[in-house]
């Protein structure tokens, strides 16, 4: 077993994805905010170096080489635990479904004024689960070696070194 440090490599590359359902009835809000960094902590079943899983951003552009922090993949991979994400609302968006327009509106302009948890106020709306998505290079450091690489997703989505213009 074995812990490791995972961060974003360039910032603006996180985004959280807060899904919200309606208690009575059909209707889907997916909050999207986006962040500067991001820190997980993340423990593996052995001592080698996480396996990561890429995967694509639902809704994004269609490549592969996105990670869920949240709820990562992999063949050793045992957790994940949020260390921090830092200067949220660099970029938002918020997607409505089965939502009449007029709601739509009203709830966009609640969501702006006081944020994406005053959904949960009128009781109406729960937050069913959160993603935390970050694509590009990303810094995995272990815990107790201190040994760090730097990691990104080929076209194909599988796990490869980052090499920088300088290397």
Request: aromatic share 12%; net charge negative; charged share 35%.
């Amino acid at each position: 077993m074995a812990f490791w440090t995972v961060k974003t490599y360039h910032k603006k590359n996180v985004e959280q994805h807060e899904h919200f359902l309606r208690r009575s009835g059909a209707g889907k809000i997916i909050v999207k905010d986006g962040f500067r960094w991001a820190e997980f902590r993340v423990e593996t079943e052995d001592d080698n170096f996480p396996e990561f899983e890429f995967t694509e951003v639902p809704g994004g552009n269609g490549d592969v080489d996105s990670l869920d922090l949240y709820f990562l993949s992999g063949n050793n991979i045992v957790g994940s635990e949020l260390v921090m994400m830092d200067d949220g609302g660099c970029w938002g968006d918020i997607e409505f479904e089965d939502v009449d327009e007029a709601e739509a509106e009203e709830l966009q302009e609640l969501i702006e004024e006081n944020g994406a948890w005053s959904l949960e106020d009128d009781g109406d709306w729960y937050l069913d689960e959160t993603e935390c998505w970050v694509w590009g290079p990303i810094e995995v450091t272990n815990d107790a070696t201190g040994e760090s690489r730097v990691v990104i997703a080929d076209e194909d989505g599988n796990m490869i070194d980052f090499e920088t213009d300088d290397e």
